[in-house]
């Protein structure tokens, strides 16, 4: 079973430029995430998803914006790199049986690792 | 603010049991979770508790105490595959996680 994948595994990005990474589940689960994980520092979520058609803000937005056109695809896309956006990119998803923001348990990918020079 | 401590690194010794310690300070309390996270891999679910209690899973075990905001994380007949990281997130009041920066468990044969 797939579950959650993201592509690319791992790129290297000049500062200044775009670069979208890919999010694609398979488990019609309606809530999405997206995180960064920073040595020494807990994951941080940069945005999030609860249902297809909507999106919000997370702790550390900015720099970066989703779209979430389907259940199944949250890409993420860094309009224009900065060194400081170098970091290990989750994203994961949720079964919010609610429909409201209870995460539930979360299912993650296996992470894009972005290195901007 | 909101916060959550956890200790940076623990070592202990194959067969062992091994209890890692999660204090928070949130906004509001629904529940929390204990990942576990390789090196390099992604977190996967480990447990989840919303009651005072102790939740027994196998070889792992979660207590929490919400009028303490103290919960653990107890691992017993440790194996050399446990090194891991172990990440605790609590939900606060607007059902945001909040995320320990983690534990490094190093096991030791």
């Known amino acids: 079973t797939a579950g959650i994948t993201q592509a690319p595994t791992s790129q290297i990005l000049a500062a200044g430029r775009s670069m979208t990474l890919r999010c694609t589940q398979d488990?019609?689960?309606?809530?999405m995430y997206w995180y960064r994980q920073d040595l020494g520092l807990g994951l941080r979520l940069i945005h999030y998803?609860?249902?297809?058609?909507?999106?919000g803000k997370g702790e550390v937005p900015d720099g970066y914006s989703v779209s979430r056109a389907n259940t199944d695809d949250f890409p993420l896309t860094l309009a224009s790199a900065v060194p400081s956006q170098t970091s290990v990119y989750f994203c994961?998803?949720?079964?919010?049986?609610?429909?409201?923001?209870?995460?539930?348990?979360?299912?993650f990918g296996e992470g894009s690792r972005l290195t901007v020079l | 603010g909101q916060n959550i401590d956890q200790p940076t690194e623990m070592t202990a010794t194959e067969g062992a049991i091994v209890q890692i310690n999660c204090t928070y300070q949130?906004?509001?309390?629904?529940?929390l979770f204990w990942y576990q996270q390789h090196a390099g891999e992604a977190p996967t679910f480990l447990s989840y508790?919303?009651l005072d209690g102790l939740e027994e899973k196998g070889r792992f075990s979660s207590f929490l105490s919400r009028s303490k905001g103290y919960s653990y994380l107890l691992l017993k007949e440790l194996q050399m595959k446990d090194s891991a990281s172990y990440l605790c997130?609590?939900?606060?009041?607007?059902?945001?996680?909040?995320w320990g920066a983690g534990t490094k468990l190093i096991i030791k044969p």
């Open positions: 994961a998803s949720s079964d919010s049986r609610t429909g409201g923001p209870f995460p539930g348990e979360l299912f």
């Open positions: 488990m019609r689960h309606n809530a």
């Open positions: 998803s609860n249902t297809a058609g909507t999106t």
């Open positions: 949130t906004s509001g309390f629904n529940g």
């Open positions: 508790n919303v």
């Open positions: 997130a609590v939900t606060d009041s607007n059902y945001q996680l909040i």
